[in-house]
């Protein structure tokens, strides 16, 4: 056990603790504050206190640690761990004091809540044998933590500005990268529609491509329909002219009768209406091209 003891780490801690001042006029002096610095091991610790003026020392051995935290029906890590809870750190709700406890010693003690009951630790401390060196130490141990303090919110200061700088990058980056995409879908929805334009515009001559094709088609049933009633008008003309020439015989051959005839009177029935039917179809067919 004393082995494990010795070869655990150390811990140190310093907590500054206020406690009610005995002599009203030590507030003025800086009273009613002390500065506790501890070490803690596994199964023991120590503690040294000053108010500025005194100091005073105690030393729990293995032996009274344990004695404590059977008394408390306690492990014996469990009690050094509650110590050091309400020692490293003053906790709101606790209730410190540090009294004479005559002969020059001093009590430190403190409260704490245990199942709804309100307990008190206490440890007696010894004057220290070198006042002097126990306040330089404290005040060292104070310096060196208040140092480390700095560097560290030194160190946070520079990573949290790295941090801003690199954020407000990428703010940056987001910013061009939201303006690139702007950008680009601008030229993208450009291209799109001139590709639509141009198909649109391609759509429409070959729509006019169709148009003229169609047109190129009709033509030749057009000119067979002209040619047909072309056809036509000359068949009707030639008739007309066949008509006409015939007419113009048989005048001739009346006329030819009459001056030969005496009369010009029909031999027979059949040939008086024959006459009779040519001539007035020849009037008709006269009045119908007329």
């Not at 000053?50 to 051995?61: C, E, F, K, P, Q």
């Not at 009707?236 to 005496?262: C, N, V």
Request: glycine fraction near 6%.
């Amino acid at each position: 056990m004393a082995a494990a003891s010795s070869a655990a780490p150390a811990r140190h801690s310093c907590a500054k603790l206020s406690v009610p001042v005995e002599d009203p006029k030590a507030v003025t002096a800086g009273g009613g504050t002390v500065f506790v610095k501890a070490t803690w091991l596994p199964s023991r610790f120590s503690l040294a206190v000053t108010d500025g003026a005194g100091a005073w020392v105690a030393d729990a051995s293995d032996h009274e640690v344990r004695l404590r935290a059977e008394q408390w029906d306690q492990p014996v890590a469990d009690y050094i761990a509650l110590a050091e809870r309400y020692l490293a750190f003053q906790q709101p709700g606790s209730t410190y004091s540090f009294h004479d406890a005559g002969k020059g010693q001093r009590r430190l003690a403190w409260t704490f809540e245990r199942q709804g009951t309100k307990l008190e630790w206490r440890w007696k401390l010894q004057p220290s044998p070198n006042t002097q060196q126990t306040i330089s130490e404290i005040l060292d141990f104070l310096m060196d933590a208040n140092i480390r303090l700095s560097e560290e919110v030194v160190r946070k200061t520079q990573s949290f500005d790295k941090l801003k700088q690199e954020a407000e990058k990428c703010l940056q980056q987001s910013e061009r990268f939201n303006n690139e995409k702007a950008e680009f879908e601008q030229a993208a929805f450009s291209k799109f529609v001139a590709v639509l334009n141009s198909k649109k515009a391609k759509l429409r001559q070959l729509r006019d491509k169709v148009v003229e094709l169609e047109s190129a088609v009709k033509p030749p049933k057009e000119e067979a329909g002209q040619e047909q009633e072309q056809e036509q008008e000359n068949s009707t003309d030639r008739t007309e002219l066949f008509e006409a020439e015939s007419d113009k015989e048989a005048s001739a051959k009346d006329e030819h009768s009459s001056e030969t005839g005496s009369g010009n009177v029909p031999t027979s029935p059949g040939e008086s209406a024959a006459t009779s039917r040519g001539r007035g179809r020849g009037r008709g067919r006269k009045k119908a091209r007329r």
